[in-house]
T-cell receptor, first 111, second 114 residues
Framework: DQQVKQNSPSLSVQEGRISILNCDYT??????FLWYKKYPAEGPTFLIS?????DKNEDGRFTVFLNKSAKHLSLHIVPSQPGDSAVYFC??????????FGAGTRLTVKP | GAGVSQSPSNKVTEKGKDVELRCDPI?????LYWYRQRLGQGLEFLIY????????KSGLPSDRFSAERTGESVSTLTIQRTQQEDSAVYLC????????????FGDGTRLSIL
């Protein structure tokens, strides 16, 4: 069962513009949400997270928004840089237990 | 080392053989996870260990898959009688027991079944 869904397999943006990656979830018990970034031949690395008590968390160029009523979260990267090109995974967990991942979105930032 | 270590980094074996994959978590991390990523797909949850609690094995795809962890140390994922569809990257992650902490991943073992 896909409890975390990333419906866009790929996204291409121009350098300097905003990248918006989306994620939907079905389990209302999820209370902790994360974004990971993955380069080829490497494990995913943690990027940013948000607790269900918040609706926004910002870290430099990266901002995560959470809409609990819509069971939707998004990652905004602004300005986008070529080094941001990677696969981005959305993840969620309930009660700090096992974590479920989306299928990933491949972001390409063109110079 | 400071990070999660997985070995081997690559494994090629013949169909029907058994394989054992190893994960060394970050010291002090009580939670340990195994995931599988098939080519072009997302991370598929396999199994989760939390301290001395019974593991959550709900993601294991068949009884050919098993995993063990002794205490809060090394974990091994074993696949018996491998099939070609087992070819994937197997990722291990660990996490501290404290609330709302992200997982830290190893670089994975790329398993190829001929």
């Amino acid at each position: 069962d896909q409890q975390v869904k990333q419906n866009s397999p790929s996204l291409s943006v121009q350098e300097g513009r905003i990248s918006i990656l989306n994620c939907d979830y079905t389990n209302s018990m999820f209370d902790y949400f994360l974004w990971y970034k993955k380069y080829p031949a490497e494990g995913p690395t943690f990027l940013i997270s948000i607790s269900s008590i918040k609706d926004k968390n910002e870290d430099g160029r990266f901002t995560v928004f959470l809409n609990k009523s819509a069971k939707h979260l998004s990652l905004h990267i602004v300005p986008s840089q070529p080094g941001d090109s990677a696969v981005y995974f959305c993840a969620a967990s309930a009660y700090h237990n096992d974590m479920r991942f989306g299928a990933g979105t491949r972001l390409t930032v063109k110079p | 080392g400071a990070g999660v270590s997985q070995s081997p980094s690559n494994k090629v074996t013949e169909k029907g053989k058994d394989v054992e994959l190893r994960c060394d978590p970050i010291s002090g991390h009580t939670a340990l996870y195994w995931y599988r990523q098939r080519l072009g797909q997302g991370l598929e949850f396999l199994i989760y260990f939390q301290g001395n609690s019974a593991p959550d094995k709900s993601g294991l795809p068949s009884d050919r898959f098993s995993a063990e962890r002794t205490g809060e140390s090394v974990s091994t994922l074993t696949i018996q009688r491998t099939q070609q569809e087992d070819s994937a990257v197997y990722l291990c992650a660990s996490r501290p027991a404290r609330d709302n902490q992200p997982q830290h991943f190893g670089d994975g073992t790329r398993l190829s079944i001929l």
